[in-house]
């Protein structure tokens, strides 16, 4: 079974209450953002089709309602580094401190609280950023080393079971960032990329444990979405039906949206605080292994970039003298 404790875990989120009010506010209003989008562009198209009178208004709204989908979509990669910074961070600095048993305030005092945190470790957003990109790119060759095994089966007929697993896996590595970062602030780090880099290498040689308890987040995740979206496609449905245009057939869309928006104000702080919980039990006392930073540095360019800014940030150079 898992290794984190439901009851904790849920009672730490409670005690977040202004960053889940926070996320439900970003999460919930990108949700309206993309409703609102896709109708106004809708409304658009149906209006240019029927002035144009060519292909029919329908065929123009339908259009419309898909640039509208696509310009929040441009906005939101622009402002995924904010939300990360803003959001995210500080979220789980304040879950760090109440992992570790300390107080932290609460209300609206609590969000200016974790922020001071996250820029006293981070000094500006874009280092955040990089750093996050990173071990982003290091989980991708982690989850290939874990991942190719289930290709190795020599039993006939495991295809489909392998690709599967393979699934499975990647969706149980998606907060393996978070993590790392958690870890970081923990350590009140200096040298965010140094940390950053002893956290993965921590987390790999850890990473049967990991992926134990990640998996069985990853499969109550899914079935919370599932239940989530068949909720969600009635209301999404009507929503669409009131607008220009045949557009009834984004409902299946906009339930999508609707159910990742639950999923990431209530869903996600739970599932990060449970891996935090035993990423820091697994860890304690454990040194970084050379054998696993040698193997990460020899398969992954993301891990060679983080050892480099690594050594950089402590005016370090490589093992042939070379400036970092």
Do not use: C
Not at 161 to 173: E, G, P, Q, T, Y
Not at 197 to 207: D, F, I, K, S, T
């Amino acid at each position: 079974m898992w290794d984190f404790e439901i009851g904790r875990t849920l009672g730490i989120v409670v005690r977040t209450w202004p960053f889940v009010i926070l996320r439900i506010t970003v999460y919930f209003g990108i949700t309206v953002a993309y409703i609102l989008a896709t109708g106004t562009g809708a409304g658009v198209g149906y209006g240019v089709g029927q002035v144009a009178g060519e292909g029919g208004p329908t065929s123009f709204a339908l259009w419309g309602g898909i640039f509208g989908f696509g310009l929040v979509s441009m906005l939101l990669y622009w402002l995924r580094e904010y939300i990360l910074y803003m959001v995210k961070a500080g979220h789980i600095a304040v879950m760090v401190e109440l992992i570790d048993g300390h107080d932290v305030p609460a209300g609206q005092n609590q969000i200016g609280y974790a922020q001071a945190i996250v820029r006293e470790r981070f000094a500006e957003a874009n280092v955040l950023f990089v750093l996050d990109q990173l071990i982003k790119g290091v989980v991708r060759v982690i989850t290939g080393m874990i991942g190719g095994l289930t290709a190795l089966l020599p039993i006939p007929g495991l295809n489909g079971v392998a690709i599967f697993a393979n699934a499975v896996i990647r969706m149980s590595l998606t907060y393996v960032d978070e993590i790392i970062l958690g870890y970081n602030i923990r350590r009140k780090s200096t040298a965010p990329f140094e940390t950053g880099r002893q956290g993965v290498v921590l987390y790999a040689q850890n990473g049967r444990t990991m992926l134990k308890n990640a998996i069985w987040l990853t499969v109550m995740t899914w079935v919370l979405a599932i239940v989530i979206f068949f909720m969600t496609l009635a209301p999404a449905a009507a929503i669409l039906y009131a607008m220009p245009g045949q557009l009834a057939g984004w409902s299946f869309v906009l339930a999508i949206v609707f159910a990742w928006a639950f999923i990431s104000a209530f869903i996600e702080p739970f599932v990060i605080a449970a891996l935090m919980q035993v990423y820091f039990r697994v860890i304690e006392g454990q040194v970084p292994d050379p054998a696993w930073d040698a193997r990460l540095a020899e398969t992954s360019k993301q891990f060679r970039e983080l050892k480099d800014r690594a050594l950089a940030s402590m005016g370090g150079s490589h093992p042939d003298g070379s400036p970092a």
